[in-house]
C-alpha cells in the first residue's frame, strides 16, 4: 500500500432517523481502519443514546486544499439574549444587514440535516434541498492527515477543534460572508459567528440551557450561478485546516484588551448590575436635586449615611471655612512627614476621649484606617478571622496583610470559637467584624465577640462605621450600648453619621504608637485636610450638644418599621440606621428602586458583588431629620413597588 496515500474516514450515526453523532478524519490510509473503529466506537457511546445505524464512509479525499485556522476569540455573555444581541452586532460589522431577521430563522434550522444557504441581503434559501440543508464535509485537522495517532484522537471528541475547522472551511466558501451557528444539543449553550476577516468568534451564552433548537446559517453575497460552485465547495471539497487550538481562549485576549473590557461591561450590563454615578445637585439632607435640565426634581433621600445631618449643618461648615483659611487647602506631606498640623492632633485626642480609648490614629479614609489597621497588626504567619458579611474595606485589608484569612459564619461566635480552636498554629490570631453591618443593619454582639476573643488569645478589631453617632444613647457606640470591654482596636470613619471626611482606629497607646510605626495607608499617603478635621472635631461637639439626634434617627426607624408593617413590608430593624427590603433577584430590585424614584424617594438597589447574588435588596438608610410624613410616604411607596414588580 502506499503509505502517503490519504482516505476520507467519515462516520454519521443515527438513532430513529434522527441525527446523533458524525466526525471526519482525513488519515493516511494505513491508519484508516484503526481510525474508523474509533469513530465507530465513540458513535456506540455516545451520550445522547446508542445509534441504530452508524454510515462509515471511505472515500479517496481528492486533491487536498491547505487552510489556516480562523483567529479565534471569545465573546463572555451572561444570558442567551445578550449572546443573540452580540452575534447580531458582529453580522452586522461584517456588513451584514437584516440582522434580526436572520437570527429569527434559527427555529426553522433544528430540524434540518446540514446548513440554511442564505442569501445574504434578501435572505432567499438558496440551497437545493430545504430538509437536508448544505452539508460542509471532507475536512480535518492538520495532525491527523500527517500523524499516525489519529486513532486516538478520533475517539475523544473535540467539539471546539471540530467547530473551528468547520467554520474555517466554510469562510473560505467562495461567496461565503459569513456563518453562523447555535449548539442543536440541549445540553450545549454555546455559538459561534465566523467570517474570514473577524475570525471565529465564540460566544458563550446564546441560547438557554435544555433548547434543542440550533443550527447553523450561511451567508451568501454574488451571483445565483456561483451557488453551484459553493455548495460543491462546502460539500465535496477536502480540507485540511493548520494551526487548529486545541481549546478556546480565555475571555480577555491581551491582543483585545479593549474588546474584552467591553464585552465584561456588556456581560455586567445583561445581568442587570451595571453601576454608574448619581449626580445630586445639592448639598448632603434628607431632600436632594437629581435628573438633568427639565428633569431636574427633589427627591427624598432614603440612603444617605449622613445620618444626623451634619454634613450640611452650619456650625460643622463654618468650622471647616475657617480652618480653610487658618490652615489653608492641602496639608502638604503625610502625616510623618509634614503633613500632622494641629487640628489632626487635636482630632486624634478628641476621637480618644469619644470612644473611652488612651489614643487614636487618624487616617484619610475609613477604608484607609481598615487597611492599615489589618496590614499592620497581621501579616504573612497569622492570621484573621473575619465574618462573611465584613465591609469590602475589611476583606481588602485582610487580603493585603498577607496573613492567612479565616470567614466565620455571620454573626456566629460559635463558629468564630470553632475555627479559634483549630488556628492555635498562628503566631498572630485577629478577628475583625463589622459592629453595625452595613448591608444588613444589625447589630454585633460585642460582649460575646470581645470574650470569644481573648479566651482564645487573639486581637479584636471593631469597625463602627455606621455605629458611631448611631449606636449607644449619645452615639458613642457598640460599647455604650452593650455597658461592656472594648475591642483591642475600634476603627471608625468620619465620614458617616459625623459628616466630615478621614478615618481612625481607637485603641491603647501602645497599639496607636505601633501603627504610627508600621502602618502604611498613613505613612505614605498624604494627611487629610485641616478642614477636614476641623469639621469633624465641629460635628463631634453638635453630637455632644445634641444627643436628641442620635435618639430621634432611632425614633425614626422605629416609626418607619411601622408604617413598614402598615404598608406589607418586611423590613429588619437591627438596631441601627439601616434597614434592608430584601428583594432577591437582581433586576426587580432595580426596576423598583427606579419606579421609587420616579415617585421621589432616592432608595438604591444594593446588588451583587456588594450583597450575595440573589439577595438584592433596598437598602434604606434613615436620618434624624427626615418627617414622619416622608417616612409613612416612603414606607407606602415602598410597598406599592414590590406589589407591582
Ligand atoms: C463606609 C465604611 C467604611 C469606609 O469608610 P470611608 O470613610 O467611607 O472610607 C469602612 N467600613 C465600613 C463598615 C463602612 O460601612
Known amino acids: 500500500m502506499n503509505e502517503s496515500r490519504l482516505l476520507s474516514v467519515k462516520m454519521r450515526a ?25 469513530l465507530v466506537a465513540r458513535a456506540l457511546s455516545h451520550s445522547k443514546g446508542e445509534p441504530d445505524f452508524v454510515n462509515l464512509k471511505l472515500e479517496d479525499p481528492g486533491e487536498i486544499m491547505r487552510l489556516e485556522a480562523l483567529r479565534v476569540s471569545t ?10 444581541r452580540a452575534a447580531a452586532d458582529i453580522l452586522r460589522g461584517a456588513g451584514v444587514g437584516r440582522v434580526d431577521e436572520i437570527m429569527a430563522l434559527f427555529s426553522e434550522t433544528h430540524s434540518m440535516r446540514g446548513a440554511m444557504l442564505l442569501d445574504a441581503d434578501t435572505l432567499e434559501r438558496l440551497e437545493p434541498d430545504r430538509e437536508r440543508g448544505v452539508r460542509a464535509t471532507r475536512m480535518d485537522a492538520a495532525p491527523c492527515a500527517v500523524g499516525a495517532s489519529s486513532a486516538a484522537s478520533a475517539a475523544k471528541k473535540n467539539h471546539f477543534a471540530e467547530a473551528v475547522v468547520l467554520a474555517t472551511k466554510v469562510a473560505n466558501a467562495p461567496g461565503i460572508v459569513g456563518e453562523i451557528c447555535v449548539s442543536d444539543d440541549p445540553d450545549y449553550v454555546t455559538g459561534y459567528v465566523a467570517t474570514r476577516e473577524i475570525g471565529y468568534r465564540r460566544i458563550t451564552t446564546i441560547k ?14 454574488g451571483p445565483r450561478s456561483g451557488v453551484a460552485e459553493t455548495i460543491r465547495f462546502l460539500e465535496r471539497q477536502s480540507v485540511v485546516v493548520d494551526g487548529v487550538p486545541g481549546s478556546p481562549p480565555p475571555a480577555a485576549p491581551a491582543l483585545d484588551a479593549a474588546s474584552a473590557l467591553a464585552d465584561e461591561l456588556a456581560a455586567i450590563d445583561a445581568a442587570g448590575l451595571r453601576r454608574a454615578c448619581r449626580v445630586l445637585h445639592s448639598p448632603a439632607g434628607p431632600v436632594a436635586a437629581v435628573g438633568e435640565g427639565e428633569e431636574m426634581r427633589e427627591v427624598v433621600v432614603m440612603s444617605s449615611n449622613d445620618y444626623l445631618d451634619l454634613a450640611n449643618d452650619s456650625r460643622v461648615k463654618s468650622a471647616a471655612a475657617a480652618a480653610l483659611e487658618r490652615w489653608g487647602a492641602g496639608s502638604g506631606g503625610s502625616r510623618l512627614t509634614t503633613g500632622t498640623q494641629d487640628p489632626h492632633r487635636e482630632l486624634e485626642r478628641r476621637i480618644a476621649a469619644f470612644k473611652g480609648e488612651e489614643a487614636a490614629v487618624l487616617y484619610a479614609t475609613g477604608y484607609m ?5 489589618l496590614t499592620a497588626l497581621a501579616g504573612k504567619g497569622g492570621v484573621i478571622l473575619s465574618d462573611e458579611l465584613n465591609h469590602a474595606s475589611i476583606i481588602d485589608g485582610a ?31 485577629l478577628v475583625v467584624s463589622d459592629g453595625v453591618f452595613s448591608m444588613d443593619g444589625d447589630i454585633l454582639d460585642l460582649p460575646r465577640f470581645v470574650s470569644v476573643c481573648r479566651a482564645h488569645g487573639a486581637l479584636s478589631v471593631v469597625d463602627e462605621a455606621h455605629a458611631t453617632g448611631v449606636v449607644g444613647a449619645t452615639g458613642r457606640g457598640l460599647r455604650e450600648l452593650f455597658g461592656c470591654d472594648a475591642p483591642d482596636v475600634t476603627v471608625g470613619t468620619l465620614s458617616k453619621a459625623l459628616g466630615a471626611e478621614g478615618g481612625f482606629a481607637a485603641t491603647s497607646r501602645l497599639v496607636a504608637d505601633y501603627l504610627v510605626n ?12 485641616a478642614a477636614s478635621a476641623a469639621a469633624a472635631l465641629a460635628a463631634l461637639d453638635v453630637l455632644e450638644a445634641e444627643p436628641w439626634r442620635v435618639a430621634r434617627l432611632r425614633g425614626n426607624m422605629e416609626f418607619f418599621v411601622g408604617e413598614c408593617a402598615k404598608a406589607g413590608v418586611d423590613v429588619r430593624d437591627g438596631g441601627s440606621a439601616i434597614a434592608p427590603v430584601v428583594v432577591g433577584d437582581e433586576a426587580r430590585a432595580a426596576r423598583i428602586s427606579e419606579a421609587l424614584l420616579a415617585k421621589g424617594f432616592l432608595v438604591p438597589a444594593i446588588r451583587y458583588p456588594s450583597v450575595a447574588k ?4 433596598l437598602r434604606v438608610a434613615l436620618m434624624c431629620s427626615h418627617t414622619r410624613e416622608q417616612l409613612s410616604a416612603a414606607a407606602k411607596a415602598i410597598g406599592e413597588g414590590i406589589a407591582f414588580f
Open 14 to 38: 443515527s438513532a430513529r432517523g434522527e441525527h446523533v453523532s458524525g466526525a471526519e478524519r482525513i488519515v493516511p490510509a494505513a491508519a484508516a481502519p484503526r481510525v474508523a473503529a474509533a
Open 399 to 429: 487580603r493585603l496583610s498577607g496573613a492567612a484569612v479565616v470567614v466565620y459564619r455571620h454573626a456566629d461566635m460559635d463558629d468564630l470559637a470553632a475555627k479559634l480552636s483549630s488556628c492555635g498554629g498562628f503566631a498572630r490570631r
Open 518 to 529: 508600621k502602618s502604611r495607608p498613613f505613612i505614605f499617603s498624604t494627611a487629610p485636610m
Open 75 to 84: 465573546c463572555v455573555t451572561a444570558t442567551a439574549e445578550e449572546g443573540r
Open 208 to 221: 438557554e440551557m435544555g433548547d434543542p433548537r440550533g443550527g447553523r446559517i450561511f451567508l451568501y453575497r
Open 614 to 617: 440573589g439577595a438584592a435588596r
Open 369 to 373: 484606617a481598615n487597611v492599615g489597621v
